[in-house]
């Protein structure tokens, strides 16, 4: 037969069993944490009519889009979870209850350059509330309490959310003048901290054309640090010269009010002025989530207040709040840098029965109390040597090995052993099951570990 | 702005969120039962080299893939979870332990003709056991077991696996003299239940051109019917003729001997000699599963023994046992013929906190409070009249509001009303979990109903 070498496109993550578990548990953390907060899961084609698609679309989203005929139409893969949201909402605006408040974890699909690291198929792990005609600040204020629960749920305490309203920064810019650039100024400012202080200055002169006073100004203000409260009494220094300056303030006084009642401590909160997010629908409080002791990763889940969702499908206002995180690459960056933890079994079963007799049934009606129990068994199948039998235990990573023999048959019992320990006794099948679920309960531990 | 009208693709399923998560509540059983019997979770590309995707491939499945060009690569969406399947294992094949048990629910893709029930994106919830050169008759044995829990798991009682074996018909075709035309037989056969038999004689004679003899002999073959034991039974009187026909019959003696002790009632096994599966690949033992009150709905779990998984990848002899379930078509079906249980809540909250007072922290606390005992809280955030904000959690379908007034803040208090039953009382915040909980367990039942 001719054979055809298998392999996995580049740019598409494909896990093997054990570090598939660990992705799965990352993904359950984010579905009980989003759901714990009143977010429904969605699931829409990961195919969509190409113009719709590519309603909002700009000449950098067309060229890595993955966009095909079939028959008469004109197809594309789905390159994020927002615009099908948008079209979502939109076609089904008079069945949904607003504020609509879903969640989806799903890959999309971008054909980027092909680069370690970067993926061309991926999860985002996003939330939307979606308002018809207004939305609440307390919407924004709540998402810090959101990303707060999931990264703590994966375990961590060492991280940063950083928060910032694009009403101070609009309002900001038009106080000196610049209102036209300030799209530019802030995209400029993006960067400051992946270039520095220095040459955001330089690009503000040069490419954005402003004065050094300018310059100056912007920097000095980017420079606003501090508790959250020394950083909005700096700010109220700015009141009054300003409308839409006032009214972002305001946001983000409201933003930061309850965060006690909601649970973040001021540790993992900060009011950060540099933060604008490069995309220009956002128009409120923006966010972004830093590994503290990981800066090099960038931000880990972003996101902001937006006041049209779909305005390219229906003539409506719908504003919103979302946040976005990227799960596979997040998942990537951990596993590189070894911070996943080794210790959370990621056997596919709790126990492994192996039968020692010809007669299986004494085995399979083992293996089925253990079940009842709640535990995941594995029956094994194989007519093997023991040693090939144990061999494949330790391959499989399984914690126990339920051993039945006619010895233990005849007493009506099976023997545990535990793979990690050696430690093996003979006891019943409910002993068993209490003995084994003992010690899977006594493994408990982040899913990342901070080091 | 110039408006696109929205639309999602037909053939393209999209829930609304209350049918999401009776979608989700099924996928979920799914995913448990699985994990329960030592399935390992896998997470395939849906995008694959078209090459390596139609290695086996045939101008049917040619016709339906969706296959494109991106840049220099010549790509495809996976049309089945076995082909990737078969990809992993000879890529990872030296990363593996054998026997590898994998289970994947996720979507697939056929550019079928657009019809009403038809998808073209559809979910497949597959397991499949691969053994690395041999594969226990045990493992044949096992399968029932897991489809048994798994519609269990759905509620049903009224449902019955079939089960056949490949060898027993190649066998007893090959004591015909008919051997090279058993495909075509079986393809035939197959038919039995929507043509009748007089049909399928005429096909065998007409179109296969056998006799007549020929073809009743297969028709009194086929019509074997009754308890386990009688159809066993009926097949020993062809033993001592053909060896594949005697090995068939040996393997089917052991899937039958432990269905006991795996837990399988008589009531939902059958021996079924009309089932052949269509594909020529299955080798052994085969499955099909219906609703017996729905017949007209035809397999919903099918599956079979193969000897060769992956020859078109690696030279290893890979055999395995699978089975699959089309979630999509299956939830379709159940759908419209009113089959899911509407009792069970697809609330995406257990319950709604609608502050009452100006001041949020005492209900964002309170929501805080809520969650912390595992209950799935939204906090409404808009400032709206009483009455619009009742009607929101009418429409939202929770099935507890939870009110703060200043009456209850004052008392360190809340107002828990069943949205269901219009009761309302006062308690505090610990009693209320307890309270909804209480009321959220009492609310057990079946995701498909049986009437």
Chains 1, 2 share one sequence.
Do not use: W
């Not at 590519?54 to 079939?70: C, D, N, V």
């Not at 911070?339 to 039968?355: C, F, G, I, K, Y």
Request: with cysteine; proline share 4%.
């Amino acid at each position: 037969m001719e054979r055809i070498k298998p392999r996995t496109l580049s740019g598409f993550m494909e896990l093997l069993p054990a570090k598939q578990q660990q992705f799965e548990k990352m993904a359950q953390i984010l579905r009980d944490t989003y759901s714990l907060y009143g977010f429904a899961p969605l699931d829409t084609p990961v195919i969509e009519d190409a113009q719709i698609l590519l309603a909002k679309g700009s000449g950098e989203t067309e060229k890595q889009i993955y966009r095909f005929q079939k028959g008469d139409s004109d197809l594309a893969l789905r390159f994020d979870l927002t615009v099908p949201l948008a079209k979502y909402v939109a076609l089904h605006y008079n069945d949904l209850a607003f504020p609509f408040r879903r969640f989806q974890i799903s890959k999309v699909y971008r054909g980027e350059r092909a680069q370690r690291g970067r993926f061309r198929e991926f999860y985002q792990a996003d939330i939307d509330i979606i308002g018809d005609g207004k939305l609440d600040i307390l919407n924004e204020a709540e998402i810090p309490s959101i990303i707060y629960k999931v990264f703590r749920g994966f375990g961590l305490t060492r991280f940063q959310i950083r928060v910032n309203n694009r009403k101070i920064l609009n309002g900001f810019y038009a106080m000196l003048g610049l209102s036209e650039k300030s799209g530019e100024i802030m995209r400029t400012v993006d960067k400051l901290d992946k270039i520095g202080a220095e040459k955001v200055s330089t690009i503000l002169v040069e490419d954005c054309a402003l004065t050094q006073e300018q310059a100056q100004e912007i920097l000095k203000f980017i420079a606003i640090t501090g508790s959250n409260e020394q950083v909005i009494a700096a700010l109220e220094g700015y009141t009054g010269r300003n409308e839409v300056f006032d009214l972002g303030l305001a946001e983000l006084k409201a933003v930061t009010a309850n965060l006690a009642a909601f649970g973040v401590p001021e540790a993992n909160f900060a009011v950060d002025l540099t933060i604008a997010r490069g995309l220009d629908y956002y128009t409120g409080t923006v966010y972004e989530t830093t590994l503290l002791d990981h800066p090099e990763i960038g931000s880990v889940c972003s996101g902001g207040r937006y006041d049209d969702l779909a305005g390219y499908y229906i003539d409506k206002p719908l504003p919103g709040v979302g946040i976005s995180i990227g799960l596979t690459r997040l998942f990537y960056v951990l596993e590189e840098q070894g911070l996943l933890n080794p210790e959370l079994p990621t056997a596919p079963a709790d126990a492994l029965v192996l039968p020692m007799t010809t007669d299986a049934a004494p085995s399979i009606a083992l293996a089925e109390a253990l079940r009842a129990e709640g535990l995941r068994v594995q029956l094994y199948c194989e007519q093997k040597k023991f040693k090939q039998k144990m061999s494949y235990a330790d391959k499989l990573g399984v914690p126990f090995a339920v051993l039945l023999g006619e010895d233990e048959i005849a007493q009506g019992k099976c023997s545990v052993k535990n793979m990690r320990t050696g430690e093996q006794a003979v006891m019943t099948a409910q002993e068993a099951a209490a003995h084994i679920r003992q010690s899977l309960n006594s493994v408990s531990g982040a899913v990342i570990l901070e080091k």
